[in-house]
């Protein structure tokens, strides 16, 4: 394969990941801040623990820091509810992303190594179908636990295994 080829090629595989990477994120945008926590909700100094509630904060308590003297012992986290559910939101959508992302990676590496008889589009495509699992598996990873991120990683190294394995034997068939 000459230069020119893998250049092509690798051109292939990082336009396959932007295609994908933006066509999730057209389709299934990302959790917004704004749309759960709006702007500051008021410009006022909160130092007691029922105003803060009253404007749906929540009261947390210094515990690094002596507080100065007659002043407030806390201070309120004005979002901190709206950040814990656009947490949860981003949870929920990473895990959708890697469910979507996984499928896609695959068909797309079966579809580079199946139907494209030129082996630059061939690589470039397969290449690309790796990059969208990586980029689904790395939505998900900083949420899963261990046991989940070894069953995954473990489950695709078989499976890729396989893949060559048969793959390469249908080819030497065809030779």
Same mark, same amino acid.
């Given at each position: 394969?000459?230069?020119k080829?893998i250049v092509?090629?690798?051109a292939i595989i990082?336009? %396959?990941?932007?295609?994908t990477f933006?066509g999730?994120? %057209?389709?299934y945008?990302?959790?917004?801040?704004?749309?759960? =926590?709006?702007?500051?909700? %008021?410009?006022e100094v909160i130092n007691s /623990?029922? @105003? =803060?509630?009253?404007?749906?904060?929540?009261?947390?308590?210094?515990?690094s820091?002596?507080?100065?003297?007659?002043?407030?012992?806390?201070f309120c986290?004005r979002?901190?509810y =709206?950040?814990?559910d656009l947490?949860d939101?981003?949870?929920i @959508?990473?895990?959708n *992303?890697?469910?979507?992302a $996984?499928?896609?990676?695959?068909?797309?590496?079966v579809f580079?190594?199946?139907v494209f +008889?030129?082996?630059? *589009?061939?690589? +470039? /495509?397969?290449g690309?179908?790796v +990059?969208? $699992?990586i980029y689904?598996?790395?939505?998900?990873?900083?949420y899963?636990?261990?046991?989940?991120r070894f069953a995954?990683s473990l489950? +695709? /190294?078989?499976?890729?295994?396989?893949?060559?394995?048969?793959f390469?034997?249908?080819m030497?068939?065809?030779?």
């Amino acid at each position: 394969m000459d230069i020119k080829n893998i250049v092509i090629g690798v051109a292939i595989i990082i336009l %396959t990941i932007f295609v994908t990477f933006y066509g999730i994120n %057209t389709f299934y945008p990302k959790p917004n801040y704004d749309d759960f =926590c709006g702007e500051i909700k %008021t410009q006022e100094v909160i130092n007691s /623990l029922e @105003r =803060c509630e009253e404007i749906g904060g929540k009261w947390g308590v210094y515990e690094s820091v002596r507080p100065v003297e007659g002043g407030a012992e806390g201070f309120c986290d004005r979002d901190y509810y =709206c950040r814990q559910d656009l947490e949860d939101a981003r949870k929920i @959508r990473s895990r959708n *992303v890697f469910l979507i992302a $996984l499928p896609l990676g695959i068909m797309i590496i079966v579809f580079g190594a199946f139907v494209f +008889g030129l082996e630059t *589009v061939g690589a +470039g /495509l397969m290449g690309g179908g790796v +990059g969208t $699992l990586i980029y689904g598996a790395g939505a998900y990873w900083p949420y899963s636990e261990n046991w989940i991120r070894f069953a995954i990683s473990l489950l +695709g /190294l078989m499976v890729l295994i396989w893949f060559a394995y048969w793959f390469n034997k249908k080819m030497e068939k065809k030779k």
